[in-house]
């Protein structure tokens, strides 16, 4: 692959885990939300990025992305019956809009703390392999890149496996990172806490290499 990969923000899942007032992705994050704040890191790469997300946080994302970057899936079918939004469904529709693409970095829209330099290490590991993921201290975690010739396979997927049956299916590579954000979701208000004091952690770390 010679190309730029596109990023997808996977943001459409309901969060089920999550005991707290609203949508996790909702949360405050010292003036920005949990979603915004993925999404700033995804747009600072300079790489194409889409959203993919459902009506409900549709409006807070159309603040900062442009219209034709977000994708809203229907939550429900025309008989009232709930769909399946699980990660792979997100992933298959965020692919299949954006089929000439030159591969897809994956990324939570849960996991607000991945360095837009992680995102850019796991996107030009995709030069040499089919699959690509970040790794700290060589725990796997995410974003997670897929090279263009995976898409028929990318479109297909359905449920909440994700991609991980492609994964094992195709050579892949870790890229460590010094970034323990591609290790930190949030799926509890255990790990919102351990999210906010990452952040924390890294305003200390950069005012101190300043």
Known sequence: ??????????????????????HKLQQDLGGQ?????????????????????????APMLRQFMAERDVLVLREVSPHGKPLPLGMGYSIAAGVSATGDAEGWV???????????????????????????????????GHPVGFGSELFSELAELQ????????????????????????????????DLQRVREQIKDYAVTRGSAG
């Open 33 to 57: 939300s949990v979603l915004a704040r993925t999404v700033a890191h995804a747009l600072s790469t300079g790489l194409s990025v889409m959203a993919v997300t459902t009506d409900g946080l």
């Open 106 to 140: 994956i990324l939570p829209g849960d996991m607000p703390n991945i360095q837009p330099s992680s995102i850019l290490a796991v996107s030009a590991a995709l030069r040499d392999q089919p699959v690509s993921y970040a790794q700290y201290k060589g725990q796997r």
């Open 159 to 190: 449920g909440d496996e994700g991609a991980r049956r492609l994964m094992a299916r195709y050579p892949s590579v870790g890229v460590e990172v010094g970034d323990p954000g591609v290790l930190a979701d949030i799926d509890t208000l255990d």
């Open 1 to 22: 692959m010679t190309g730029r990969p596109q990023i997808l923000v996977l943001a459409a899942g309901r969060g089920l885990r999550f005991r707290g007032v609203g």
